[in-house]
């Protein structure tokens, strides 16, 4: 990863437990991250994303009342949630192939398993802000695109629509 500036992003960190919040607030912080919001769970993260401009979100998969999954899921389909295209970094201790295919059909838009270190995160958080992908909406998805590479010369009757997030 180039070293890229990142102090002007505000990211929030959604994880019941505060030794694993503490350690990826440091990571963040050694990236020159300067403004890190901290959630316990879904309700406190939800509350905050409403109401700040937050730039990213690394969440665990086993927050409370509802699970990373189902809060990605919730987020991604809020048609009234001005966050809805909000870059989303899950994270598990269960990171099972199963796990991951059900975080992408949910919206999540990198995955990772832990334990975390630095560099899988920085290369994570490179590509969500030098490689961003755009998001899609078929009948029952709406997120990043869950392909890598976009083939933009299919004009079939199932091309997906893209929908790109506005330069803000």
Request: charged content about 25%; some cysteine.
């Amino acid at each position: 990863m180039s070293r890229t500036d990142l102090s002007a992003l505000t990211v929030l960190v959604v994880d019941d437990n505060r030794h694993m919040r503490a350690l990826i607030r440091g990571m963040l912080r050694a990236f020159t991250v300067t403004e890190v919001l901290e959630a316990t769970g879904s309700e406190q993260a939800e509350g905050l994303l409403y109401g700040t401009g937050i730039d990213i979100v690394i969440l665990d998969q086993l927050i409370k009342p509802i699970d990373g999954v189902s809060f990605t899921r919730q987020l991604r389909q809020a048609t009234d949630n001005p966050n809805r295209m909000i870059p989303i970094v899950m994270m598990t201790a269960h990171a099972t192939r199963e796990m991951v295919i059900t975080a992408r059909d949910a919206g999540v838009t990198e995955f990772m398993a832990k334990p975390v270190a630095p560099k899988p995160l920085a290369m994570r958080l490179w590509s969500i802000i030098a490689k961003p992908r755009p998001f899609v909406r078929t009948g029952s998805f709406f997120g990043p695109c869950r392909r890598r590479h976009l083939d933009t010369g299919w004009q079939g009757e199932d091309r997906r629509q893209i929908e790109l997030k506005e330069a803000s």
